[in-house]
């Protein structure tokens, strides 16, 4: 799964640049970072990314009441860049933080799996970077526990009415009143991609218009795979990496969260077992892509050929520079809806990261950092920011009008009931006995009921000792 962590990082760092926000960044959760796998395991040259000029003299109109910082060098070890590639959209944070600020962005370049190693080495070496992107949900209370990240709020006025959006998302990622993230928005972890072809030439009802009549449920979704699958034909419901975890978290309730200060595991909680119990299910009448009849291949092609229904993927498949949304077909056929609604939650719930960033312990340019996130915050709800957004995705990734709505009304749906998954976020070993596990029932139509209780009792003794070290 090391992969599939991997293009999450990108990507939904990624993701942000082209939306309403324009931000930088899971994600976890920007305009194109950078992600040249050429780049220095050092630091790489900072980059001077530059507006055209119309919409840099809209953004100027953002007032925030910025200062020229002493030092406006931002350094941010990632695997990826908040400086755009050349030819790419420039995000409306960055360009405030250039312009108002007089910051820029530099790049330490790091491998995503060696980025927590890298941070460890540089923290000792009394050389720390100042960012860290929290879009990969793994951040707190992980990086907490072993000392790489410090509070955020001698930097960032978390009761301000700039934060107060966030307010509510942010105090998930707080312990003993301090912010170990800086999160600055909500973004759906998935989403379901579908060709509007297939939908309409095997006679089913169109995920949108169910959306619109408030019936894109659980149910609504059983009937539509039904209808679809053969074996035969070689027509599956449901194809990806994804599916398991966003479908199990439209109950409201992630397999390991917060509690009072505490990290607990919800194991036991009867939502939870409906969400196994319906993927079980699905395995048991076989509408999952048999992706082990295929050598754990996924195949996204099967969505523009009409031979899978859904693909589960985060919102960044909508750029192309990912390489995702051409295979599902041209670009004016393509479609999603967001996971749909459990009809036994109390709300419509729906899987989330966090676009944001955690403050590096020993950073030289806390300010900096504070100064960075105040300028995505601020980009955030900004109609300004929303427009270029808007005119960026049509111009510059050939997004449709359709497209576009439906994603400003996942974010908005998301932002309104999120549910955010920690069980990567405290150890490797929780990540391994939850991550697995968990898509038993999907995958090998193993019972949640004998999964959970091989599990329980080790992850049980993990959140112990993780509580522990967090109490300290």
């Known amino acids: ?56 003299s809209k953004v100027a109109e953002i007032d925030i009441g910025a200062e020229k910082l002493d030092n406006g060098t931002v350094k941010f070890l990632s695997s990826w860049d908040i400086n755009p590639a050349e030819g790419n959209p420039v995000p409306v944070s960055l360009e405030m933080f250039q312009t108002q600020y007089g910051g820029s962005i530099e790049l330490v370049y790091t491998t995503w799996d060696e980025r927590y190693t890298k941070l460890a080495t540089l923290v000792q070496a009394d050389d720390s970077p100042d960012m860290f992107s929290a879009a990969d949900m793994d951040v707190f209370p992980k990086g907490a526990i072993n000392g790489m990240f410090q509070p955020l709020d001698d930097y960032v006025d978390f009761d301000s009415e700039l934060w107060a959006p966030m307010s509510a998302v942010n105090e998930q990622f707080a312990f003993g009143g301090k912010h170990y993230v800086g999160a600055y928005n909500t973004e759906s972890q998935c989403v379901m991609f579908y060709n509007k072809n297939t939908i309409a030439e095997n006679g089913l009802p169109d995920p949108v218009e169910l959306l619109n009549d408030g019936n894109w449920t659980w149910e609504t979704f059983w009937d539509m795979m039904m209808q679809f699958c053969d074996r035969e034909k070689s027509q599956f419901a449901v194809d990806g990496w994804w599916f398991e975890g966003a479908f199990s978290l439209t109950t409201g309730v992630p397999y390991i969260g917060m509690n009072d200060g505490q990290i607990v595991h919800n194991l036991d909680s009867g939502m939870l077992e409906k969400a196994q119990e319906f993927m079980y299910n699905m395995n048991k009448n076989d509408l999952p892509f048999p992706k082990a009849e295929n050598s754990w291949q996924i195949v996204p092609a099967n969505i523009g050929n009409g031979k899978t229904l859904f693909y589960p993927v985060g919102t960044y498949a909508l750029y192309p520079y990912n390489n995702i949304i051409q295979e599902f077909g041209d670009m004016e056929d393509v479609m999603f809806v967001p996971m749909p609604k459990c009809p036994d939650a109390d709300k419509y719930y729906l899987p989330s990261i966090v676009e944001g960033f955690s403050l590096c312990t020993g950073a030289k340019n806390p300010e900096g950092v504070g100064a960075y996130l105040n300028c995505c915050m601020a980009s955030r709800d900004s109609e300004i920011a929303k427009e270029i957004g808007m005119r960026q995705a049509f111009e510059e990734h050939g997004w449709t009008q359709e497209q576009w709505d439906m994603y400003q009304r996942v974010r908005d749906m998301t932002a309104e009931a999120p549910v955010i998954e920690l069980y990567n976020a405290v150890n490797d070993m929780v990540a391994g006995y939850i991550n697995n596990p968990m898509k038993e029932g999907y995958n090998n139509g193993v019972s949640w009921t004998q999964t959970r209780e091989t599990i329980r009792s080790a992850v049980q003794g993990e959140l112990d000792g993780a509580n522990a070290k967090l109490a300290e």
């Open 1 to 56: 799964m090391k992969t599939l962590k991997k293009i999450t990082a990108a990507a939904l760092a990624i993701a942000c640049v082209m939306t309403s926000t324009a931000c930088d960044e899971s994600a976890p959760i920007n305009s194109a970072p950078n992600t040249t796998s050429g780049a220095p395991t050092t630091s790489a040259k900072t980059t001077k990314a530059t507006m055209n000029e119309e919409d840099a």
